[in-house]
């Protein structure tokens, strides 16, 4: 079963119904909105710190296993949660200098968790990031501790993935394993979790159209306006 499996089953409120891998009910708060949600299809699995947000704080400079590791960090829950899939979107890939939760009695928790994240990573965090945690960890007083995590090992900068993803978070949910390479991806960048449109597919996303920031990770070889 993949990492959206792992994380449904993990979350819910209640005991799931699944079959085979696929979660069929449950129920999950949504740390971002606050809302209750019974029916999984509802959620997306966010990466608490955005993938181009990682790329940009430190990812560049892995490889691709640690890459994948991050990706589908499944030791440390706050790194992947279960969210609408409208709050995941109103968050794309913000840090919080552009994002808090609507959630209010979340705020605290997201601010520590994502200090967290970055701690356990080694990521680090710019200037307005600092001063948005800074101001509302100060705005929770003494009761929100910073979750204590044990750092990811460092493995050695070879066979690093191409392209620097400047992109938005992906749309879609599904946190896959990529296979090995059957396509090159566009141009114009890289699809930061997957290398071709074939893996791309194969973890449940696309097509993507033009006009759509995905449509340039690609190369539309038939000029339809659509890739994947």
Aim: hydrophobic share 30%; with cysteine; proline share 7%.
């Amino acid at each position: 079963c993949d990492t959206r499996f792992a994380v449904l089953v993990t979350e819910s409120l209640v005991k799931t119904k699944i079959s085979g891998c696929t979660v069929i009910s449950g129920e999950w708060k949504s740390v971002y909105d606050g809302q209750t949600v019974t029916d999984p299809k509802k959620l997306d699995i966010d990466h608490m710190i955005p993938l181009k947000e990682a790329w940009e704080s430190g990812a560049s400079q892995w490889d691709a296993t640690k890459r994948e590791a991050f990706a589908n960090d499944l030791d440390f829950a706050p790194s992947l949660v279960a969210v609408t899939a409208g709050s995941n979107r109103s968050k794309s890939d913000r840090d919080p200098a552009g994002y808090i939760p609507t959630d209010t009695s979340n705020r605290c928790s997201y601010a520590a968790n994502w200090i967290a994240v970055k701690t356990k990573w080694n990521l680090s965090l710019d200037s307005a990031e600092k001063t948005a945690i800074r101001e509302q960890l100060n705005s929770c007083g003494t009761g929100e501790q910073i979750p204590s995590v044990t750092p990811a090992p460092s493995t050695p900068a070879s066979g690093i993935m191409g392209g620097n993803p400047t992109n938005g978070e992906a749309s879609k949910d599904k946190v896959l394993t990529p296979a090995p390479p059957a396509e090159a991806a566009g141009p114009a960048g890289s699809d930061p979790k997957f290398t071709s449109c074939a893996t791309a597919i194969a973890g449940g996303y696309g097509p993507y159209t033009k006009g759509e920031p995905e449509y340039d990770w690609y190369r539309d070889g038939d000029g339809d306006g659509k890739v994947c």
